[in-house]
């Protein structure tokens, strides 16, 4: 029986066509994300244009002595403007912290003197309320990029969840708290579900390790609502909860002003 060289032809071209797109499609299903694109990846998810949320932070001491703050939290320019303002207790109401510039930028308000106090520019590594988060750990994840190179170690197994571990080391001539950070992030969703935090002048002293919780889907963005910092070396702990956040809302700039600071 002949064979029409046309439909011989049409034969051919599809059979080409699909060996070329499965080659694509294996080669593309091969290559694997560096440790840089995940970190991208990472400030992608964690650098909204907009967040405001209401916090519950809960500081225990290592003699299991609690305080407990509430605070309205906002951020515009993906992280790089932060204003925090303190609900309760009573005696911290009305006290307020402003971050410019990733959180290298700080202002203080203290409502019974009236006056707004600029930190010096090492402040960022400073507590921030005698909790177990820095001023720089709240700032955003931006500096991940900017100042930590970040390698791919392998994938392991997190909190239940399948991972990548990559670690970072800070960049020549970068001030921060930290010489190095490893951190494991989930492959699903980039959140990084744990992190550990290393001395300035020791990469092989571990000081705090951060671990987040009850992951959520929040106006379409994976978000984990509730996270504790671990103090290695003071034996203490710090949470944060996510009473309420939103994404991505209208923010006025007047809000990241030191005149604001003093807004009741």
């Known amino acids: 029986m002949k064979i029409n060289n046309k439909y011989l032809k049409i034969i051919f071209i599809s059979t080409i066509l699909f060996l070329l797109i499965f080659s694509v499609s294996i080669a593309s299903f091969g290559q694997e994300l560096t440790g840089e694109e995940i970190i991208r990846k990472v400030s992608e998810l964690m650098n909204q244009d907009t967040v405001q949320a209401k916090v519950k932070m809960t500081i225990t001491t290592s003699s299991d002595n609690e305080r407990v703050f509430i605070y309205d939290s906002y951020s515009k320019n993906k992280g790089e403007k932060n204003l925090l303002r303190y609900i309760e207790p009573k005696r911290a109401k009305g006290q307020a912290i402003l971050m410019l510039n990733y959180a290298d930028d700080i ?37 991940f990029i900017e100042d930590f190179s970040s390698k791919k170690l392998g994938s392991e197994k997190k909190e239940g969840y399948d991972c990548y571990k990559i670690e970072m080391l800070k960049k020549e001539g970068i001030e921060s708290g930290y010489s190095r950070l490893i951190m494991w992030v989930i492959k699903d969703n980039f959140i990084p579900i744990a992190i550990d935090y290393y001395d300035a002048e020791n990469p092989e002293l571990l000081l705090k390790t951060l671990i987040q919780y009850d992951i959520k889907n929040i106006d379409g963005i994976p978000t984990a609502t509730k996270m504790v910092m671990y103090n290695k070396l003071e034996d203490s702990q710090t949470s944060i909860e996510m009473l309420e956040i939103k994404y991505n809302i209208e923010l006025d700039d007047s809000l990241f002003t030191e005149r604001y600071l003093k807004r009741k």
Request: proline fraction near 3%.
């Open 107 to 143: 202002w203080m308000y203290f409502p019974r003197t009236k006056r707004i106090r600029k930190l010096a520019t090492n402040a960022k590594s400073q507590k921030m309320e005698g909790s177990d988060f820095s001023y720089e750990d709240t700032g955003a994840s931006d500096s």
